[in-house]
């Protein structure tokens, strides 16, 4: 009996996989998504409240400014060129919102509802308005793209083969869907820490934060030049945006050769 169900289980699992398929804007690769937008949207929007509840919201007000300044710009330029794509459904649950707070963390992230935050401490290495915009198209891209929806699909795929059929994706509510995005989103000992995506997404997200910033008009060279720039500080023992955010030699190059093979054309 036991086996009969996990054989279920399989089944049930490839049924979902088999008309649960989207694609990732400006990269075209297929991904599993079992969520909807609007679930996504309420689970990222309760973990980001739980997180500005302890933390401080930085004084530099500049500093903010110029921030909040990069984001709207990139938003603004995103959507006007996704509507004349005709692609602004892929938009859709995205409500972008910018924070900076008081910490010397060299660190930022975007939940997949679009709540973007970064700490004062990456601002060391994002000091100017392009290297800001490198870092919030990158962290734009992950919502964009679906990531944290596509990594709790999986999440969610690999239970459904190791449990009873009666566990259904769709029917997980409450408690147990806040449990699964937080499963997926390594929240709990430390709030608004995210494991770290794939090597596949953070490329992806690289490729696409390229594109978001060449459309809003930010020098695309300035990607791999931040990088660089933050591989210096992780050598030097001053990055923590590493635990989050793996960058290397193989990463800048990746960037360098995405620009290389689009030469002065618009990404």
């Not at 297929?30 to 933390?55: G, H, V, W």
């Not at 997200?205 to 390229?210: E, L, P, R, T, V």
Request: net charge neutral; glycine share 8%; aromatic share 8%.
């Amino acid at each position: 009996m036991k086996n009969l169900l996990k054989v279920m289980a399989a089944v049930v699992a490839l049924a979902f996989l088999a008309v649960s398929c989207g694609v990732v804007s400006f990269t075209g690769r297929k991904q599993i998504l079992l969520f909807s937008d609007s679930e996504i949207s309420a689970l990222s929007d309760q973990s980001y409240a739980d997180f500005m509840k302890t933390a401080q919201v930085s004084s530099n007000a500049e500093a903010a400014r110029m921030l909040k300044g990069v984001g709207e710009k990139m938003v603004a330029a995103l959507e006007s060129y996704m509507k004349k794509q005709g692609q602004s459904g892929a938009l859709s649950g995205l409500k972008w919102e910018f924070q900076l707070v008081n910490s010397a963390e060299v660190n930022a992230f975007c939940m997949p509802s679009g709540k973007i935050v970064f700490y004062e401490g990456i601002l060391k290495y994002a000091d100017t308005p392009d290297y800001i915009a490198v870092v919030m198209g990158h962290e734009m891209a992950h919502a964009i793209a679906k990531h944290g929806n596509e990594r709790m699909s999986q999440q969610s795929v690999m239970d459904l083969l190791g449990s009873a059929a009666s566990e259904v994706i769709g029917k997980k509510k409450g408690a147990a869907a806040q449990s699964l995005f937080n499963i997926g989103f390594g929240i709990g000992s430390q709030a608004g820490v995210l494991l770290p995506y794939s090597r596949k997404h953070e490329y992806e997200a690289d490729k696409i934060g390229m594109y978001i910033m060449d459309i809003a008009g930010y020098d695309v060279n300035a990607a791999p030049a931040f990088w660089e720039k933050m591989l210096d500080g992780k050598t030097a023992g001053k990055s923590d945006f590493f635990s989050t955010h793996p960058s290397d030699e193989k990463r800048i190059a990746a960037l360098k050769e995405a620009i290389k093979e689009r030469g002065t054309e618009t990404m």
